[in-house]
């Protein structure tokens, strides 16, 4: 399951929320630690006052809302003397308490000789065992025997009797728990909420120019520019991308027609060129010039044809596949070569059929003249059509593989024009396969010879 959200709008919210919660737990935490110390201060003051001023109710006034938290029967609880100390020997002595309540004591003029404070279960101190009867008998809450007492034993001079007073621990949390967890949620519905507004205000228009840009990239047409709008550096981006996109529409908008103006300047003179041939009385000699000029028309076409595929002006249609295959198959087979049609399967696509059709014949005619036979079949993989040619030839090089998709690239390096063309059919197949939202890939057989494969996606 994927935690992380993809979306910059997403992103955003989800790190604002556990930056916020971090620092939420860290006040959380410093919070709680000062009311504890709070509290601790208010226990340690009241068990001051208690030996101080013993059982006065002024004592406990002074001690302003700790009173509050202190069982009925032990506001006004009477200091104890004992001839010895009323420690068990099972109960720990709290360190950190005596030194602070020392330090109280001190600055009230009150300096022990010894001190000792620690804790005790309120039902298990000897000292307030009638107090518990009297609670049960008249039915008082359990509540209040469950507490937890805080016991400080002192003698003022060595080997005097040791004064000992009680204070009941606060028993509820801390309130500040309640409140911060109030503001943490007031803080992320008006935090977050208000900065998922203002993130929604910039991501709107980056996804809107994601879409643009999509569109763009799929078809080179610059029709439903967006309107700048948004922030300022989104707008900016916008208008920049707009012009971006006019520039590249003018430049292949040249390119088209400067192709046009070579292809139709040089296949004029070509055709005149044709002609003449014809007067040429060495039959041998006119061969030649006509295959030159063959191989010359050929390249030409390749080159217009590759300069073109990004742009097709056809529409998609729908086509049965399998049926196009068998069409490319028997034209080579009408021609004498050894293409030989396999397993086909019934699939029908939107394509553009002239193109596809140019890439399948560039690919049988490779496997052909390299491998001497192209066996060709058709199926449906996951979610692609796989037009599969084989061939049984030597194959190719695992180095060299990926070179072949660079123009004028061959796999016959002596660039003899008897054993290939110009380089350019796997270019053009590759191009006309990207056309299609395809890929095309080259490999060699584990038994001998090269496989093609043009894949198209089904959807």
Not at 133 to 145: C, L, Q, T, V, Y
Request: glycine share 8%; no cysteine; charged share 25%.
């Amino acid at each position: 399951m994927r935690l992380w959200p993809r979306s910059l709008l997403g992103q955003m919210l989800l790190s604002v929320a556990l930056a916020l919660l971090v620092a939420q737990g860290l006040s959380g935490v410093l919070l709680w630690r000062a009311e504890q110390q709070r509290r601790e201060t208010a226990v340690l003051n009241a068990i001051a006052f208690r030996v101080i001023g013993g059982t006065e109710a002024d004592g406990d006034r002074d001690r302003g809302r700790f009173v509050e938290h202190q069982p009925p029967g032990l506001r006004r609880l009477r200091l104890e003397r004992s001839g010895t100390l009323p420690i068990g020997p099972d109960e720990v002595r709290q360190p950190k308490r005596e030194a602070a309540l020392a330090a109280i004591l001190a600055e009230q003029g009150v300096n022990p000789a010894d001190l000792v404070v620690v804790e005790r279960p309120l039902d298990k101190d000897p000292f307030l065992a009638r107090r518990i009867e009297h609670w049960r008998k008249f039915g008082a809450s359990p509540d209040n025997w469950r507490r937890t007492l805080l016991i400080a034993a002192l003698q003022e001079q060595p080997g005097a009797d040791w004064i000992v007073a009680r204070v009941a621990l606060p028993d509820k949390p801390p309130r500040a728990t309640g409140s911060l967890l109030a503001q943490t949620l007031l803080l992320y519905i008006i935090l977050v909420g208000l900065l998922a507004l203002l993130l929604r205000r910039i991501t709107r228009p980056l996804a809107a120019l994601t879409t643009q840009v999509d569109h763009f990239a799929r078809t080179r047409e610059a029709d439903g520019q967006l309107e700048p709008h948004g922030p300022e550096d989104i707008s900016r981006l916008i208008a920049a991308h707009n012009a971006m996109e006019d520039r590249i529409t003018a430049l292949l908008g040249e390119k088209d027609v400067m192709l046009g103006a070579i292809g139709h300047d040089l296949k004029t003179p070509l055709a005149g060129l044709r002609i003449r041939i014809e007067s040429v009385t060495d039959e041998t000699e006119r061969r030649k010039m006509a295959a030159t000029v063959e191989d010359i028309t050929r390249t030409l076409d390749d080159i217009l044809s590759l300069a073109r595929v990004g742009r097709p002006s056809d529409p998609l249609q729908k086509t049965e596949l399998s049926a196009l295959v068998a069409s490319v198959v028997e034209d080579f087979e009408d021609m004498g070569e050894n293409a030989e049609l396999g397993d086909t399967t019934r699939i029908v696509l939107s394509i553009r059929e002239t193109w596809l059709r140019r890439a399948m014949r560039n690919l049988i005619s490779n496997a052909l003249r390299y491998g001497g036979n192209a066996l060709v079949t058709l199926s449906k993989e996951g979610n692609e059509a796989v037009i599969r040619i084989v061939d049984d030839g030597p194959g190719i090089p695992d180095g060299e593989i990926a070179g072949l998709f660079e123009p004028f690239a061959r796999g016959e390096p002596s660039r003899n024009r008897a054993t290939g063309g110009a380089g350019l059919g796997l270019t053009l197949a590759r191009a006309i396969a990207e056309q299609h939202g395809g890929r095309l890939l080259l490999a060699n057989r584990p038994e001998g010879g090269l496989q093609a494969e043009l894949r198209l996606p089904l959807g």
